[in-house]
């Protein structure tokens, strides 16, 4: 059974920093994509994808627009996990942000993978 284990959320002040972390259990992701999402504002469940990492090219990333410069993710293999560095946080971060494992890069478009994390909390204050 794979499980998804995050951790790292939490109550920061604007322009402060957090780092996210999700460990891998039950299956080795190594040779695929993880990323990180969160909600949508106003959409119900849907989310969006904040930061990708998949084996392609070395280690091809994708980031949201709105993080860009700010937001770093990056993975150990040996651990089974991914991390978001997140720098310069503003209060529009502010989100439950849900670890994706699985996610591939067809090219064009990113696509979550089947395997979700049970989403941790940020929250930043102005």
């Known amino acids: 059974q794979v499980q998804l284990v995050e951790s790292g959320g939490g109550l920061v002040q604007a322009g402060g920093s957090l780092r996210l972390s999700c460990a891998a259990r039950g299956r080795n992701f190594a040779n695929t994509g993880m990323g990180w999402y969160r909600q949508v504002s106003g959409s119900g469940n849907q989310r969006v994808l904040v930061a990708g990492i998949v084996p392609t090219d070395g280690g091809r990333t994708k980031y949201a627009d709105s993080v860009k410069g700010r937001f770093t993710i990056f993975r150990d293999n040996e651990k089974n996990t991914v991390y978001l560095q997140m720098n310069s946080l503003k209060p529009t971060d502010t989100n439950v942000y849900y670890c994706?494992?699985?996610?591939?890069?067809?090219?064009?478009?990113?696509?979550?993978?089947?395997?979700w994390g049970q989403g941790t909390q940020v929250t930043v204050s102005s």
């Open positions: 994706n494992a699985d996610l591939q890069w067809s090219g064009s478009n990113w696509h979550a993978g089947d395997y």
